[in-house]
């Protein structure tokens, strides 16, 4: 299909309805369908004026056949219908849509960027039939330093302003801040999707299947991005095509976060690589997995988040990490302690910890873990060494490093493999050197 000619009897079109209404407009005053300057406009070589009416829209479309009376529709329907695949009844309501979008945005103020990109989406629509989506997810927990920057072709991040929570100036934005349980404004995600359907199967305005995986896997990106809450608070998706327009937009949830994490342009490369790493299709095989039958690495992403998110203490917090790990990392059996604290030592000396230390940490978490999910009263501070805070940043630390390795690590070697290459290299130090060469070669690893 030749975009240039479509534009041409698109033009034609909209020039007879501006006929048509010049003609409405001397005849029946009680329309009052005043026709104000259109200087900006030019069609066909001629200067014509935009309309300026409220019913203008309904008295042209009242009913399906209203624009097939003109000359230019039929022109321009028998062009696509030559050219398209679509039906003729999705032709005919993209046609419609097209001039209501058009003549509604005519009404007090002509915009040609406006009108060429109704014309392009109509074009999008009837050339490749699929849907496309913008997305603004509102995170928590993170700021920017700069204004904004470019995760890749599809997505930006940047600081949220008065227009995304439709304030109308910087006072009444600061004034509606405070409605909402935020330490720092919130930074806005922005998003393309295309979906992969073809438009004919669109009915409403819900979000495919697909998508939600997407955002699933951005959100999950966020969440292992640093070992500090980050988390998504709103969304607001817009269908970009004629064919179904709308916007979905939730509710802000209310969450709040102690900590917030600072990007700058050193470390904006970590956030990058974190979602490249969800983008793998290798690892989005992994959460394919249904419900009913989860895996590992499944089990494990719900009790990193419930310890983020959702435990009311520090106590808590450690049984969902340890519980995390074990998913990870243990196939129970005896001397679950021993040699869980092996295990995540030796994974984290592949990438520079010290295995003594590691071991330390881990054997205190799993005997406060121990004692709590039996109901024993816990004194932190005589049961840890160091500063109960820095613990349990340790002890998330480890857990979300130890999940981003074996989640890469499992589309090469499945869970049972896994555990044996690392029990293998606690006894000998080059199968110790083959271990960590697998996860230096296969694992994007950025420390908190």
């Known amino acids: 299909m030749d975009k240039t000619i479509l534009i041409e009897k698109v033009n034609t079109?909209?020039?007879e309805i501006i006929d048509e209404l010049k003609d409405i407009d001397?005849?029946?005053?009680?329309?009052?369908?005043?026709?104000?300057?259109?200087?900006?406009?030019?069609?066909?070589?001629?200067?014509?004026?935009?309309?300026?009416?409220?019913?203008y829209s309904t008295f042209i479309f009242h009913n399906i056949d209203s624009l097939r009376k003109f000359a230019g529709f039929q022109e321009l329907l028998e062009y696509i219908e030559s050219n398209c695949e679509l039906k003729s009844e999705i032709i005919h309501h993209l046609i419609e849509e097209?001039?209501?979008?058009?003549?509604?945005?005519?009404?007090?103020?002509?915009?040609i960027n406006k009108i060429r990109k109704f014309i392009d989406l109509f074009y999008e629509d009837l050339l490749n039939k699929l849907?496309?989506?913008s997305i603004k997810e509102y995170f928590i927990g993170i700021s920017l330093e700069d204004e904004s920057y470019k995760i890749d072709e599809d997505l930006i991040i940047r600081k949220a302003n008065s227009f995304d929570f439709e304030c109308k100036d910087m006072g009444e934005y600061e004034s509606e801040l405070r409605k909402y349980p935020f330490h720092f404004p919130p930074v806005i995600l922005k998003y393309k999707y295309t979906a992969a359907r073809n438009i004919?199967?669109?009915t409403d305005y819900s979000r495919p299947s697909e998508l939600f995986k997407e955002l699933d896997?951005?959100?999950?990106?966020f969440l292992l991005f640093r070992s500090v809450p980050i988390f998504r608070v709103k969304t607001v998706s817009k269908i970009k095509s004629l064919f179904k327009r709308g916007t979905i937009s939730e509710g802000f949830i209310s969450m709040r976060t102690g900590e917030t994490y600072f990007i700058n342009k050193d470390n904006v490369e970590d956030l990058k690589n974190t979602i490249?790493?969800?983008?793998?299709?290798?690892?989005g095989e992994i959460f394919e997995i249904t419900k009913k039958k989860p895996n590992h690495i499944n089990i494990a992403l719900n009790r990193y988040r419930n310890a983020l998110f959702f435990a009311e203490n520090i106590p808590q917090k450690i049984v969902s990490l340890i519980s995390c790990l074990e998913a990870l990392l243990s196939e129970g059996g005896p001397e679950l302690k021993r040699r869980l604290s092996q295990r995540v030592s030796i994974v984290l000396k592949s990438i520079g910890y010290d295995p003594l230390d590691v071991y330390e940490e881990i054997n205190t978490a799993y005997r406060i873990r121990n004692n709590y999910s039996h109901g024993t009263t816990i004194d932190l501070k005589s049961s840890?060494?160091?500063d109960v805070n820095e613990f349990l940043k340790n002890i998330t630390e480890y857990t979300r490093l130890c999940f981003l390795i074996s989640m890469q690590i499992k589309p090469i070697k499945n869970k049972k493999e896994y555990l044996k290459l690392i029990d293998i290299s606690l006894l000998d130090e080059n199968s110790y050197s083959e271990f960590a060469n697998l996860i230096t070669e296969n694992c994007i690893i950025f420390k908190d």
Do not use: H, M
């Not at 005043?34 to 019913?55: A, D, Y």
């Not at 097209?98 to 915009?111: A, G, Q, S």
């Open 276 to 283: 490249r790493i969800f983008k793998r299709p290798e690892i």
């Open 98 to 111: 097209l001039f209501k979008w058009i003549l509604d945005n005519c009404r007090e103020k002509v915009c």
């Open 13 to 15: 079109l909209f020039y």
């Open 384 to 386: 840890i060494k160091k």
């Open 200 to 202: 004919e199967s669109y």
């Open 131 to 133: 849907v496309k989506f």
């Open 217 to 221: 896997f951005i959100d999950w990106a």
């Open 26 to 55: 001397k005849e029946t005053r009680e329309y009052n369908l005043i026709v104000p300057e259109f200087s900006r406009l030019k069609l066909r070589g001629i200067r014509s004026k935009p309309i300026k009416k409220q019913e």
